[in-house]
């Protein structure tokens, strides 16, 4: 069996690009259209754009953490790259793929690999009806925002926002308010992967609500539809002694 082809790609801080020179010139460089596998150098933002760029294509990214947190990257090393490529254990995830309809009419869609997560545009605070599986589970949220999160994402902004820890194989998603004022106890809720939920913006001409699903932001919102796209699936490598499984759970126990 021929070894598989691996392309290298960084993000465009001089620490990436650094690296990106080094191991190229010691390994040398296949083209990503052309490649097997991705190895991506930079920070948890720039694995979040290559996942973007391959999705659909099944490739699997194995990442190297030329950033700051790398939560979804391996420890940089340098050697014996092609062998810990080729022992590194995969994880599959499974993107949502945000629904949104416009006070002007218009509907667009995006895809999150973290969260959808709707925030208010003006001084005033949003209005928010919220609907799972078609049942309405809340009239009205007055807060800051929303957001459904993956597991993948559930140690991101979600995290940020008070919300749970999900671990990777959980089949769950974590739907958290943003500065919630009423009800000002509700501290969200954990929902099974299969769910859809549905925003309803509550007077969106009076209380503008941006929906932004990682990079897509969509302006002006009227109603919101986010779900698990089970027909992508995002592939990631891990290193054995540091999968994401075990980063998640350790995360639960940080001070």
């Known amino acids: 069996m021929t070894d598989p082809k691996i392309a290298l790609v960084a993000s465009d801080t001089p620490e990436a690009a650094a690296a990106l020179a080094r191991l190229e010139k010691r390994y040398g460089g296949t083209k990503a259209e052309d490649a097997d596998i991705i190895v991506a150098l930079g ?28 939560f979804l990257m391996n420890q940089y090393h340098e050697d014996d790259l092609a062998e810990r490529v080729a022992q590194a254990e995969q994880a599959t995830l499974h993107p949502l793929r945000m629904t949104a309809d416009c006070v002007n009419g218009e509907t667009s869609e995006a895809i999150a690999i973290n969260e959808v997560s709707l925030l208010r545009e003006s001084r005033q605070a949003a209005k928010v009806g919220i609907a799972v599986d078609g049942v309405q589970r809340m009239d009205e949220l007055i807060c800051d925002g929303i957001l459904v999160s993956t597991a993948a994402g559930s140690t991101a902004y979600n995290l940020s926002a008070h919300g749970p820890i999900i671990p990777i194989g959980g089949q769950l998603l ?37 929906a932004t699903a990682d990079f897509t932001e969509v302006r002006d919102v ?11 699936d995002l592939n990631l490598l891990f290193d054995p002694e540091h999968d994401l499984e075990e980063r998640i759970i350790k995360e639960q126990f940080q001070p």
């Open 43 to 70: 920070g948890d933002g720039f694995m979040l754009e290559s996942l973007h760029r391959v999705m659909g294509s099944g490739k699997p990214i194995y990442g190297m953490n030329c950033g700051t947190v790398g």
């Open 174 to 210: 974590a739907l958290t308010p943003i500065s919630a004022f009423r009800p000002r106890r509700w501290r969200g809720a954990l929902l099974p992967a299969t769910a859809e939920v549905t925003f309803e913006v509550l007077e969106a001409k009076k209380r503008p609500v941006s």
């Open 222 to 232: 009227a109603r919101v539809r986010v779900r698990e796209d089970q027909s992508l």
